[in-house]
């Protein structure tokens, strides 16, 4: 079954049946009573359609569920036909429906051998049942997996190996009674649940007073036709007997029984008469609960009918507005992918500025960084060239104190040695 194909309401047979039964003139009916159950439902099941986006998941959940039930059950059927099958499924799924055949064939003979043997081993049988049984579900869905990723092929193999176990096939279709069922529950709102429950509540109702009525006309009518039949009958006997007893007369009384028979007789036919009156009267009873019955019913339907008309009206206006809905969120939708678009480049210029102002202020830390040791460095060696000129300036300062030294030590001597010479004069 394809996700997108709407689901088919099926209206039960019931209440048809009590739709078509009669109602008792002079009924009080509530306006919703009026309105038939089919006019509560769709016009056409086909055209049923999810009203939220949860309703189509679970719609679409369900359809995708008796898909792969519809593939399942085919599985033992491609198995047994595999060679047939063989080019079409490919070697992938011809060894993954191989591995398939091998586990049920484990599955069936431990659970043979489970029931024949001991309860010795019963606990060791049930876990290796569990663990069968997992790897058996493993390989279903492997295979369900490898089967659905080709539509074309699940298409094929629901045409051509179409023949299913029984079981199988009641499972899948009572799932799809409850996808439908699902679908309709989904689709009903708590207030046309409460109209449809109180409209079948007053057509019950409806159809039992009718029923009691006609089950009471019925048995009136049947009472007078057995009381005329037993006066009938009483008049009857009187006559046997007067005939019986005019047999013993003699002919002097002729003429007085005749009197007598003719008087029977003209009671007899007013009292025929006077009930097939009553009849016809009852019958015309009965013919006018059945002209108002189809006026009512007549009347019903041109509710129904006008009802029909105007949920058509509504599904059209509902219809137009939709696609006056989608038309604006196009527009909506196109004018946000511009407005998009147009962020996306200047999120990227802005990435592309920031990736360059990353480099940038990476470069600038590298040019901070040589400064700052290009600056050390120098205040280094102006720390070092303050030093030197100091230790210069000392050296200097010592250098020429000693040349002065040097200069009057020398003068010195050659004055002690000018005065020596002129003492020894």
Known sequence: MATGDPAVLQVPSQDVKQRNKPLVKGMATPEKATITLDAMKMLDPRQLKPDSIETERIITVLDETIAKLELSSLIPCIINSLDRFADMLGPEITNSLIEHQKLSNEMEHLLASSEEGDTMRAEEQRGCLCLLEQRLKCSVRNVLRLLLANPSLCQALKYKAWARESPAEVFIKAFGEFRNFMLETLLTSPVEEEEKIQFMEDISLQIKKNTEAITALQAELAAAIRTQEEEIHMKDNVIKDLKNGMQDLTTDCKTGIQQIKQEGEKQREEELQASQARCARLQQDIQQLGAQLNALVLEHR????????????????????????????????????????????????????????????????????????????????????????????????????????????????????????????
């Open 302 to 425: 041109a509710s129904e009918l006008a009802l029909r008309k105007r949920k058509c009206r509504v599904e059209m206006e509902i219809v137009n507005w939709i696609q006056k809905y989608d038309t604006d969120m196009g527009e909506k939708q196109a004018e946000y992918e511009e407005v998009d678009a147009a962020y996306t480049e200047e999120k990227a210029q802005l990435s592309l500025l920031m990736e360059k102002h990353a480099v940038l202020l990476q470069e600038y830390s590298q040019i901070e960084e040589e400064r700052r040791i290009h600056q050390k460095k120098e205040e280094q060696a102006l720390k070092e060239l303050t030093t030197k000129t100091l230790a210069a300036i000392r050296i200097q300062a010592f250098w020429r104190g000693y040349l002065v030294r040097s200069v009057f030590k020398s003068k010195r001597k050659k004055k002690k040695k000018g005065k020596g010479k002129k003492v020894k004069k």
